[in-house]
């Protein structure tokens, strides 16, 4: 079985402040791949990253970072210097190598207000 | 070239109808997949074909019929629509089945009246 939690539902900050979107999955499987994407208002679902099961660096792109620690079961991502343009639905997601099924968290609405 | 695409973007119709989902896709990818997003943006996986054959078959009902004429297509058809069916039907590919990360064509955006 393989579930992602994403208990944040809504976040809402003012521009430039920092912001963390927390993931929680769970599976019993070793080799596994999470990912996140971002949905604009516009209904695309864009692609952020992909990260393996035994790859635990921090991964840090432009105002992006993750925080990946499997002794949690933890696959954060930190907007840093939020802007407008990052208001969005985000998903954490999670597949098995022993699988093809892309399980999705439910998802978290961020606002980014100027 | 948009990598998948799906058409049509928008689709109204009404109850008891029966309509098509058409995807493409120019990755050489050999797996593809039709997800289901309802209106609390909730994203599923319905089915998924790896060249050809029929992979993935979650609890959906049977009137939605999906169909591979190749390993470059994936179709969705729906018979008998209903108003439930309202959601936004995304298709996606990926190189292989099993950890590679999807391609996600933009989206139907299908209603139901």
């Known amino acids: 079985a393989q579930k992602v939690t994403q208990a944040q539902t809504e976040i809402s900050v003012v521009e430039k402040e920092d912001v963390t979107l927390d993931c929680v999955y769970e599976?019993?499987?070793?080799?596994?791949?999470l990912f996140w994407y971002k949905q604009p208002p516009s209904g695309e679902l864009v692609f952020l990253i992909r990260?393996?099961?035994?790859?635990?660096q921090n991964e840090i792109s432009g105002r992006y970072s993750w925080n990946f620690q499997k002794s949690t079961s933890s696959f954060n991502f930190t907007i840093t210097a939020s802007q407008v343009v990052d208001s969005a639905v985000y998903f954490c997601?999670?597949?098995?190598?022993?699988?093809?099924?892309?399980?999705f968290g439910k998802g978290i609405t961020l606002s980014v207000r100027p | 070239d948009t990598a998948v695409s799906q058409t049509p973007k928008y689709l109204v119709t009404q109850m008891g109808n029966d309509k098509s989902i058409k995807c493409e896709q120019n990755?050489?990818?050999?797996?593809m997949y039709w997800y289901k997003q309802d209106s609390k943006k909730f994203l599923k996986i319905m089915f998924s074909?790896?060249?050809?054959?029929?992979?993935i078959n979650e609890t959906v009902p049977n009137r939605f019929s999906p169909k591979s004429p190749d390993k470059a297509h994936l179709n969705l058809h729906i018979n008998s629509l209903e108003l439930g069916d309202s959601a936004v039907y995304f298709c996606?590919?990926?190189?292989?089945?099993?950890?590679?990360?999807?391609?996600f064509g933009s989206g139907t955006r299908l209603t139901v009246v």
């Open positions: 990260r393996n099961s035994f790859d635990e």
């Open positions: 074909y790896n060249n050809k054959e029929l992979i």
């Open positions: 996606a590919s990926s190189l292989r089945a099993g950890g590679h990360g999807y391609t």
């Open positions: 599976t019993r499987d070793t080799t596994y791949y």
């Open positions: 997601a999670l597949i098995l190598k022993a699988n093809s099924k892309l399980t």
């Open positions: 990755l050489g990818h050999d797996t």
